[in-house]
């Protein structure tokens, strides 16, 4: 599985669009990049997931160049109650499951 | 979305006892679900991939014989820890997901400590 490398922290203000991005050199052709947010006690949850291009949900943008060797999360307009800590991750889901690796996630804290 | 649910959500218990963690699909069927665990300010750190009607397979480093897995059925995998010790204590999570290309969805996580 590819290894990632993320920033250890960032800090925002309310009301900020905040870029997160992720380094995966190694990614291979089968590997789709996926990203998590975790609050504090709580399990990871989904926020999108993308192979190439632009993926665009209600909660975020993920935006993927052509070479794939690396991803940016977009997280428009960011509140206090988007601190949290978010993964990115890459991982070939076609081998019959979805084991994930986690790598060390960037801290996110956004002030008022 | 999907949902997946632990049980407890947290737990206290003597060094020594055995401590069982629940992990349930409640809205589909999962023949593979993973455990992993978190230590305080740490990422996770992935155990096991528990298949169901099979044994589970473990990550290096981890005691098979410590941390049972039991997958029952298409929707309940099981954590046991046994002679739990002070260093057991951690966030235990369990994820699984609808098909192989499908997002994984996370339970809540199960906070364990051994006092």
């Known amino acids: 599985l590819a290894k990632t490398t993320q920033p250890i922290s960032m800090d925002s203000y309310e009301g900020q669009e905040v870029n997160i991005t992720c380094s995966h050199n190694n990614i291979a052709t089968n590997d789709y990049i996926t990203w998590y947010q975790q609050f504090p006690s709580q399990g990871p949850r989904f926020i999108i997931q993308g192979y190439k291009t632009k993926v665009t949900n209600e909660v975020a943008s993920l935006f993927i160049p052509a070479d794939r060797k690396s991803s940016t999360l977009s997280l428009p307009r960011v509140s206090l109650s988007d601190t949290a800590v978010y993964y990115c991750l890459v991982g070939d889901y076609s081998g019959g499951y979805n084991k994930l690796i986690f790598g060390a996630g960037t801290r996110l804290a956004v002030h008022p | 979305g999907a949902v997946v649910s632990q049980h407890p959500s947290w737990v206290i218990c003597k060094s020594g006892t055995s401590v069982k963690i629940e992990c349930r699909s409640l809205d589909f069927q999962a023949t593979t679900m993973f455990w992993y665990r978190q230590f305080p300010k740490q990422s996770l750190m992935l155990m096991a991939t528990s298949n169901e009607g099979s044994k589970a397979t473990y990550e290096q480093g981890v005691e098979k014989d410590k941390f049972l897995i039991n997958h029952a059925s298409l929707t309940l995998s099981t954590l046991t820890v046994t002679s739990a010790h002070p260093e057991d204590s951690s966030f235990y999570i369990c994820?699984?997901?609808?098909?192989?290309?499908?997002?994984?969805?996370f339970g809540q996580g199960t906070r364990l400590t051994v006092v």
């Open positions: 994820s699984a997901s609808r098909d192989s290309r499908a997002e994984a969805f």
